[in-house]
């Protein structure tokens, strides 16, 4: 039965189980910590292992190089192994500790989203020696281990689990497993958005103007004075976050790029000033890379006008 738990906070994850090898039988200790990116796939990670024993290894995917996985390497000094009757090949170090940086996605085999829920779940793919999970390709497995993941403020997580004994701890938004003599792990861990993102600013009313739908996650965003040019001063709030505050709107298009990371979305225009000429009006295009949305917001200093972007992205 897996340990219950509530987290918030970063993952890492194999798709094949070995971490590192040592050459002879001994435990080790790692730490291992996740970074999650504001859309909740992408990670960084960062990875400490440290061991008396005199090599070292860790796996790396079919058909990449050390210097496309790996961010970080410490030692700089290791070899390259290419294992033709593995799933996997290998960066080896002449000595048991060694530190490396990721960066990566997740992929569908490892996360499931449904909504605004996020299901993460490591590989169970199995070796020919046995060993699953997150694992130590070694009988010992880890002496000790620390693994953590550190969530942005935007999740919140509903539950945790793991196939071994270990603490649990969430402090702010990090969770830590840690726990001793155990191999073969495990974990799966459950996040979500917060609640959705209410429509209003504060001390503003706002107003819904119009409603669009797009395909892709990856939109632009461009926004512009599209009538006289009266020295308006907008800012623009998508969801939970300000995409930009306090620019001064022209006729020349002011682009940002924006990665939808929830099913419904919104687009709010808050206007700083009136300029000479109220209400501040402001055009908005989101463009999808399929289509291009053109809508017009109004706001002064008592309401805002806002879009809906809702995300129908195809399987």
Known sequence: MYNQMIFRSFILIFTLCPIVSIAQSEGYKTDFI?????DGITYKDYIKVVSKRNSSWHYIEKGKSP?????????RDYQFQALLDEKYNRIWFDQGSFSLIREDSMTRSDLIIKDDSYIFQNDY????????GFCAAIAEGFADVNYVWVFPEKFEVNNFEANVNGVWKLIDNTLSFTSQDVNNILFRIEYKVKDKIPLELKNREVLLKDSLSVKNRLITISIWDDSKIDNDIISLKVNDEWLVQYLEAKQEKTTFKYLLTQPENYIILRADNVGEIPPNTTAIQVDDGISQYRVVLNSDLGNSEAIKIDLTEEP
Do not use: C, I
């Open 125 to 132: 793919q199995e070796s020919k020696e046995g060993y699953y």
């Open 34 to 38: 996740r970074y999650l990116n504001e």
């Open 67 to 75: 210097e496309e996985v790996f961010s970080f390497t410490a030692p």
